[in-house]
């Protein structure tokens, strides 16, 4: 629609806020894909430098209370461990949505290895950072069991979509996820 006036064109609160929920024919499947890959990447990245490198930095000596090479964070222990669950639930969220994303892609043995290692990594390096003062093992592994939730919450997905699909006899198509 041309405007013929020279009048400032018309704000609307509502179809402002419209446009940016309805997304209809706006982005194509492929470009939904790239955009979910670098935001997942970049995901991936920071939380795996924030796991290496943990905030406030690791000791540098040792001394009495502490030993070279732990976190200086793990000094207040429950802030370090909400930090280290919800950065390890951060990275395996955006580690499991590149492997989704790329399954069946060329090279996707290469991402599947590359993100396998880097998951590794960052446990080896969680596990050298934590002082074993501070974190005992119980609660080191309830940590790493936190990378496998978004697994499991998207197997439990699956299998309710299922049941859902047979219990309306193959006819009703939800949307879960």
Request: glycine letters at 6%.
């Amino acid at each position: 629609m041309e405007r013929t006036d020279n009048s400032p064109p018309k704000f609307s609160l509502r179809e402002f806020f419209k446009s940016l929920i309805d997304h209809k024919g706006k982005n194509k499947p492929e470009e939904v894909r790239n955009y979910l890959l670098v935001v997942a990447t970049l995901i991936a990245a920071v939380t795996f430098q924030a796991g290496v490198n943990p905030p406030g930095g690791v000791w540098q000596e040792n001394s009495h209370d502490h030993k070279a090479g732990r976190a200086i964070y793990a000094s207040d222990v429950m802030a370090f461990y909400v930090f280290l669950t919800c950065n390890t639930l951060a990275l395996s969220s955006s580690i499991f949505l590149i492997i989704n994303l790329t399954w069946g892609f060329p090279f996707f043995l290469e991402v599947l290895v590359a993100t396998v290692s880097m998951l590794m990594t960052y446990g080896a390096s969680i596990f050298a950072i934590t002082p074993t003062e501070t974190m005992p093992s119980v609660q080191f592994r309830y940590v790493l069991a936190i990378a496998a939730v978004p697994i499991i919450v998207r197997v439990v997905i699956q299998i309710c979509k299922y049941v859902l699909w047979k219990w309306s006899g193959g006819k009703c198509k939800f949307y879960i996820g």
